[in-house]
């Protein structure tokens, strides 16, 4: 436990070099005991989720070895199909170990998964994938019992709605299930890709067809692997904002433009500069920022990741921006914390035809009690504060709110942040922020 004490009002820059992705990194150490064989996970960025999912192989027998960014998984001694509750609710990631539990055990036993408080995630859509495959499921004693004694066969499933995350856990088990499956609607985040490449070197079958269409054959074997991370996109956003935002220059290595095509888009209308090279990104600003309208959206849309840090930089630029969230249904959490440091902004429900088609999550889960759009009037001037970080993406948005801000900030619950960011408060210091950890 600990907090950022930050003195805002100095511009960054310098160069900054990312990490592996958090979204992939983590995932594809589960993915790799599907093997019994050691994997190697390169450039993995060192995180909280890498930190608990370690936990959990270890609880389940296997074994972990970490050098620098360096990980090895040794998965030929795992002897419990159950993810401990205490570590599963914790962590989203618990999910994600059924596939290789139900093709080493034939059962999969894991809590309701935990992670940031930002809407409700469809496990149930993960769930529906592995039934659709031959498994069964039942929750008892607030566990997910899933059990496949017969194995998985292959088989046509399509997702209700766009699911990253679930996407990638029917990639796992169709991996092994007999036969061929096809996979309608799936996720074409670069994540995704990461994980099919993984998987392709493990030995498994796996190809897109077209738009959102994945033909996987199941095999019964899997060898060790050795796979680089994907560099961390969001990372990406984030120093890209902090440099417009502080009217600073900034270098941001490894960073990958196809990756990051709607943001780059909205940079430049925004009024801010950017310039890529085949090492990465340069980002930085001259000129008074412009009012802009977002919508967060499924890949290659505008990610839903970078909607919270794109407000912070709306709330300098010079007219009403807007921003509405098609994602998660309860994405806004970080906008009273930017209210109270100064902004100015007001909450709105977008006027839409169809809801059930605009918005990628479940009907069920459109409350009325939670608000889709925001807009924001600018340019405004931020005061420091003391804030308690809800969750990844607000921490990040907070912190870049305290880099702007005048005078001084403190925010609280930082380990939120420390569980999708390696050492942000060491590398924005490289880059002239004046920002301290402080343990509590």
């Given at each position: 436990?600990?907090?950022?004490?930050?003195e805002?009002?100095?511009?960054l820059?310098?160069?900054v070099a990312l990490?592996?992705?958090?979204n992939?990194g983590?995932?594809?150490v589960?993915?790799?005991?599907?093997?019994?064989?050691?994997?190697?996970?390169?450039?993995y960025?060192r995180?909280?989720d890498?930190e608990?999912t370690q936990?959990i192989?270890?609880?389940?027998?296997g074994?972990?070895?970490?050098?620098?960014?360096?990980?090895k998984v040794?998965?030929?001694?795992?002897s419990s199909?159950?993810?401990?509750?205490?570590?599963?609710?914790?962590?989203?990631a618990?999910?994600?170990?059924?596939?290789p539990?139900?093709?080493?055990?034939?059962?999969?036993?894991?809590p309701?998964p935990?992670g940031?408080?930002?809407?409700?995630?469809?496990i149930?859509?993960?769930?529906a994938?592995?039934?659709?495959?031959?498994?069964?499921?039942?929750?008892?004693?607030?566990?997910?019992?899933?059990?496949?004694p017969?194995g998985l066969?292959?088989?046509?499933?399509?997702?209700?709605?766009n699911?990253?995350t679930?996407?990638?856990t029917?990639?796992?088990?169709?991996?092994?299930?007999r036969?061929?499956?096809?996979?309608?609607n799936?996720?074409?985040?670069?994540?995704?890709?990461?994980m099919?490449?993984f998987?392709?070197?493990m030995?498994?079958?796996?190809?897109?067809l077209g738009?959102?269409?994945i033909?996987?054959?199941g095999?019964q074997k899997?060898?060790?692997?050795?796979?680089?991370?994907?560099p961390?996109?969001n990372e990406a956003?984030?120093?890209?904002?902090?440099a417009l935002?502080?009217?600073?220059?900034?270098f941001v290595?490894?960073?990958?433009?196809?990756?990051?095509?709607?943001?780059?888009?909205?940079a430049?209308?925004?009024?801010?500069?950017?310039?890529t090279t085949?090492?990465?990104?340069?980002?930085w600003r001259?000129?008074?920022?412009?009012?802009?309208?977002?919508?967060a959206?499924?890949?290659p849309g505008f990610?839903?990741?970078?909607q919270?840090?794109?407000a912070?930089?709306m709330?300098?630029?010079?007219g009403?921006?807007e921003?509405i969230?098609?994602i998660?249904?309860?994405?806004?959490?970080?906008?009273k914390?930017?209210v109270?440091m100064?902004?100015?902004?007001?909450?709105f429900?977008?006027k839409v035809?169809n809801?059930?088609?605009?918005?990628n999550?479940?009907?069920?889960h459109?409350?009325?009690?939670?608000y889709?759009?925001?807009?924001?009037k600018?340019?405004?001037?931020?005061?420091?504060?003391?804030i308690a970080i809800?969750?990844?993406?607000?921490?990040?948005?907070?912190?870049?709110?305290?880099?702007?801000?005048?005078?001084?900030?403190?925010?609280?619950?930082?380990e939120?942040l420390d569980?999708?960011?390696?050492n942000?408060?060491?590398?924005?210091?490289?880059?002239?922020?004046?920002i301290?950890?402080?343990?509590?």
């Amino acid at each position: 436990m600990g907090k950022f004490i930050i003195e805002g009002g100095y511009p960054l820059r310098g160069t900054v070099a990312l990490a592996g992705a958090k979204n992939s990194g983590f995932k594809l150490v589960i993915a790799s005991l599907l093997a019994d064989s050691p994997s190697e996970i390169i450039g993995y960025s060192r995180i909280g989720d890498i930190e608990i999912t370690q936990k959990i192989i270890e609880s389940l027998g296997g074994k972990v070895e970490r050098t620098n960014h360096h990980l090895k998984v040794i998965s030929k001694n795992l002897s419990s199909f159950t993810v401990p509750y205490d570590l599963g609710k914790i962590s989203r990631a618990c999910s994600f170990f059924v596939p290789p539990l139900l093709f080493r055990f034939g059962k999969a036993f894991f809590p309701v998964p935990g992670g940031d408080k930002i809407g409700p995630r469809p496990i149930n859509l993960h769930l529906a994938g592995l039934e659709a495959l031959g498994a069964t499921v039942k929750i008892r004693n607030k566990l997910y019992e899933v059990d496949a004694p017969q194995g998985l066969r292959g088989n046509k499933f399509r997702f209700k709605i766009n699911t990253h995350t679930g996407t990638e856990t029917l990639l796992m088990a169709a991996a092994f299930a007999r036969g061929r499956t096809v996979l309608e609607n799936a996720a074409e985040e670069p994540e995704v890709d990461d994980m099919i490449a993984f998987l392709n070197k493990m030995g498994a079958k796996i190809k897109r067809l077209g738009s959102r269409k994945i033909e996987i054959r199941g095999v019964q074997k899997f060898r060790g692997a050795q796979h680089e991370v994907m560099p961390d996109r969001n990372e990406a956003v984030t120093f890209g904002v902090a440099a417009l935002a502080t009217m600073g220059d900034v270098f941001v290595e490894r960073a990958k433009p196809e990756h990051l095509q709607a943001f780059l888009e909205k940079a430049k209308e925004c009024g801010g500069g950017y310039q890529t090279t085949t090492r990465g990104i340069r980002f930085w600003r001259n000129n008074e920022l412009q009012a802009t309208q977002i919508k967060a959206l499924p890949y290659p849309g505008f990610m839903t990741d970078w909607q919270p840090l794109w407000a912070v930089l709306m709330t300098q630029a010079k007219g009403e921006s807007e921003i509405i969230e098609t994602i998660h249904n309860f994405r806004f959490n970080y906008v009273k914390n930017l209210v109270a440091m100064g902004a100015k902004i007001k909450p709105f429900n977008p006027k839409v035809k169809n809801p059930e088609k605009f918005y990628n999550f479940l009907p069920e889960h459109n409350l009325k009690s939670y608000y889709h759009g925001i807009k924001i009037k600018g340019p405004t001037p931020f005061k420091g504060k003391r804030i308690a970080i809800p969750d990844i993406r607000a921490g990040a948005t907070l912190t870049l709110a305290a880099l702007i801000a005048q005078g001084k900030s403190t925010l609280t619950g930082i380990e939120h942040l420390d569980r999708g960011y390696e050492n942000l408060d060491e590398r924005l210091r490289k880059l002239g922020a004046r920002i301290k950890r402080v343990d509590e």
